[in-house]
């Protein structure tokens, strides 16, 4: 047999996912070497502190503070520090230096992956970041390359583990965001500060990535429309659950015409079709698989012209999870240098624009505090349809104030397909109308 040649792996970071990837390196040594085509030797781990114990036991020798030493002598450099420096400068000179990178670093990769990308295409390396997007769901490369012969005209996406379970606790115990978000916190699913989590920041940058790679045009960060979960009340997830829908953290990239239809068309030289990339609570039918998806999971919904409906679904975060989708980059690496090339990369020939929100369409769920008289429910259908949204469904239930005696009525609307700009405009003519009290809620509705 022959000998098989030997790559240097270079690790920057030990922390949850880190260390779960030097164990396999280390503990799965022949089984890489069988899959890649080559011995993939760990050479170091760079950390801050040397001393900080470690989640598995590790020899102590392969640890420096030095990253900048440690990547310029490796084939394949394994990026899993965070954060944007030093990180994003050592990631480009390992590839100058003409190593292969994974990264896990979504918000990086979405601030600046055309920088990376095109360091990346110049060295003639592969740079990979499945760990980015889903944790240890396969969702990259099946768009990337099982796709890349059909056309995405959607995705949806929960791919935030925190949100969703602050979303389920809220929808199956009534609780209100503030005691759903501690239970996460106790349960170590949300952090002590989770700003990213729960203003979907984190979302955003992988609905960016997500967004790059199905419609084949870089987005970054400053393209997508973020609305976290913070204003979702108890109140409009039970009248969500009430009216058949369940409330989910969306990270969206779909296909529009600049007037808000879809479109079949890759690309448009007039610049009248775009991609709406955007991230905000979403009412979804509870039949519709995504509304299964519970606790801290992710899963990700794909609609393509010919493959119809996809979802993936699993673990969206965690150590070993997530180092099951780095490994796959590094093997996938390790192969392309065995074979003497990086391979077909992301490409980048579709060159659509991103749309602003105004552009979205989707349908509506809007609650409204009403008088409760005659003529109501003809007043507010005229105004709807006077701003040409049309409605699909209307509820309503009255209740009476206990302290003034005083009887009003809650109205809840479902709407057809409507333009963000229609609907933005009809809900600031609502707010002046007589015999509407106040908008108590706006939310949009997908897979209806
Ligand atoms: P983590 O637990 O915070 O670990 C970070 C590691 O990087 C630590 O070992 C730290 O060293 C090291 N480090 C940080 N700054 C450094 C610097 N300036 N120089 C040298 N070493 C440095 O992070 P993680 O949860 O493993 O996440 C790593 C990456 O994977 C992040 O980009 C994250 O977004 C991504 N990711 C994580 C998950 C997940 O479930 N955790 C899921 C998907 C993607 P010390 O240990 O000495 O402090």
Redesign the pocket.
């Known amino acids: 047999m022959t000998e098989l040649r030997t790559l240097k792996v270079a690790l920057?970071?030990?922390?949850?996912?880190?260390a779960q990837v030097a164990r396999i390196l280390l503990d799965d040594a022949d089984m890489l070497a069988s899959r890649s085509g080559a011995r993939l030797e760990l050479v170091g781990i760079?950390?801050?502190?040397t001393d900080?114990p470690r989640d598995v036991e590790l020899p102590r020798e392969l640890f420096t503070?030095d990253?900048g030493a440690l990547v310029k002598d490796a084939d394949l450099v394994i990026e899993?520090?965070?954060?944007i420096e030093?990180a994003r400068s050592l990631i480009l000179a390992a590839m100058r230096n003409g190593a292969c990178v994974v990264?896990?670093?979504?918000?990086l990769v979405a601030k600046d992956g055309p920088t990376l990308h095109e360091e990346a295409d110049k060295a003639g390396v592969q740079l990979s970041y499945e760990?980015?997007v889903a944790?240890a769901i396969p969702i990259l490369r099946p768009i990337r390359d099982s796709l890349s012969g059909d056309r995405i005209t959607r995705v949806l996406g929960i791919v935030n583990g925190t949100t969703n379970f602050i979303l389920d606790q809220m929808d199956s115990t009534g609780a209100q965001f503030a005691d759903a978000l501690a239970e996460a916190q106790r349960l170590g699913y949300a952090e002590a500060d989770p700003t990213a989590d729960v203003e979907g920041h984190d979302a955003a940058s992988k609905a960016a990535i997500l967004a790059s790679l199905s419609f084949h045009t870089r987005f970054s960060l400053d393209d997508v429309y973020c609305e976290g979960i913070s204003s979702v009340t108890a109140a409009d997830i039970a009248a969500a659950k009430d009216a058949g829908f369940v409330i989910k953290l969306l990270a969206i990239a779909e296909k529009l015409t600049a007037a808000g239809g879809e479109t079949g068309t890759e690309t448009d030289a007039a610049g009248t079709t775009g991609v709406s990339v955007r991230v905000h609570p979403t009412l979804l039918p509870r039949e519709h698989p995504l509304a299964a998806v519970r606790g801290a999971f992710n899963a990700v919904f794909i609609e393509a012209e010919n493959a119809g409906e996809l979802m993936f679904y699993g673990q969206g975060?965690?150590?070993k999870p997530?180092a099951s989708a780095v490994m796959g980059d590094l093997v996938s690496a390790a192969r392309s240098i065995v074979l003497g090339g990086p391979g077909r990369a992301e490409t980048t020939t579709g060159k659509v624009s991103a749309l602003p929100i105004t552009a979205a369409a989707t349908s509506y769920y809007i609650g409204l505090d009403v008088a409760d008289q005659p003529g109501v429910l003809a007043k507010i259908a005229r105004l709807f349809a006077d701003h040409g949204v049309s409605i699909e469904i209307m509820r309503q239930t009255t209740h009476r104030d206990a302290d003034s005696n005083i009887e009003s009525a809650e109205l809840r609307i479902v709407t057809h397909r409507a333009s963000e700009a229609a609907l933005a405009a009809t809900v600031e003519a609502a707010k002046g109308l007589d015999v509407i009290n106040s908008v108590t809620s706006v939310l949009r509705v997908e897979g209806v």
């Open positions: 920057l970071g030990c922390g949850n996912v880190g760079a950390v801050r502190n900080t503070t990253a899993l520090m965070g954060g030093p990264t896990g670093n979504k918000a760990a980015a944790g975060a965690g150590g997530t």
